[in-house]
């Protein structure tokens, strides 16, 4: 048996619990014959539930030591790729969706590249730190950058709380599934995005202020008033439907 050695640098935590891992096969309503895309397979045990659907899998692993050991352990009935997940392209891939337990380094990174990419993926499965999943979704019911910038693309779900005690070796903190269904991206995302960030740019000022450090304040007004929003709005109380509707009259 070969020997593994985790890499930090990589975020390997490898999922050992069941419930989990069918858990976020479940999530991914899988049919025979659908396109899977996973990222960073580590030790093959998502992959193997992920195979048993019927499904093809495509497989992005860039760990040599881990490339070889699911080379030689699914052979052919795998689509292994030995490449870093933010270089590969999805262009020439068929529709497909991506579930994956991720490195949660670069968790940022993998939602923007897929939900901007021009090939979207149809649904989105991820297993990522607790404390992201909770703001993806704004349990709280206050919105933030990153659960506005998800919900502009499609509809994030939190879908169950994974404990540290379940990986090997043992996180700092504990994870949570997502799923985010309905994706799509036909609105100005040049446009939306810097509007976005001016308007989170200092989380204690209302967000009338932060938009007219930036964009004339006459303008402002009539946007606001065109909108209905109250003046003394913050940013992480403004739905995403008027976050898009804010960024087309302001620009």
């Given at each position: ?27 991914g309503n899988i049919k025979p014959g659908e396109t899977i895309l996973e ?40 689509t292994l790729i030995h490449d870093d997940i933010l270089n590969f392209q ?136 065109k909108l209905d929003l109250d003046p003394n709005i913050r940013a992480e ?15």
């Amino acid at each position: 048996m070969m020997l593994l050695n985790f890499k930090k640098s990589l975020g390997q935590h490898f999922l050992r619990s069941e419930r989990a891992l069918n858990k976020i096969v479940e999530a991914g309503n899988i049919k025979p014959g659908e396109t899977i895309l996973e990222i960073g397979s580590g030790a093959g045990a998502l992959t193997e539930k992920l195979l048993a659907t019927g499904a093809k899998i495509i497989a992005v692993e860039k760990d040599d030591q881990l490339f070889e050991l699911l080379k030689n352990k699914f052979g052919d009935q795998l689509t292994l790729i030995h490449d870093d997940i933010l270089n590969f392209q999805t262009s020439e891939l068929p529709a497909y969706k991506l579930i994956s337990n991720i490195p949660y380094n670069i968790t940022g990174a993998i939602l923007k590249k897929f939900l901007s990419a021009d090939k979207k993926p149809e649904k989105i499965v991820l297993l990522v730190q607790k404390e992201v999943a909770e703001r993806t979704i704004a349990r709280d019911k206050k919105e933030s950058v990153l659960s506005v910038s998800v919900k502009a693309y499609g509809k994030p779900h939190y879908i169950e709380t994974v404990k540290a005690g379940s990986f090997a070796p043992v996180p700092k903190v504990d994870s949570a599934i997502i799923s985010i269904d309905n994706i799509l991206g036909n609105f100005d995302e040049k446009n939306f995005f810097k509007v976005l960030r001016v308007g989170f740019s200092s989380k204690r000022k209302k967000l009338f202020s932060n938009l007219s450090n930036t964009f004339a304040k006459e303008k402002v007004e009539s946007s606001f008033k065109k909108l209905d929003l109250d003046p003394n709005i913050r940013a992480e109380d403004l739905s995403v439907e008027n976050w898009k509707n804010l960024a087309d009259c302001l620009i």
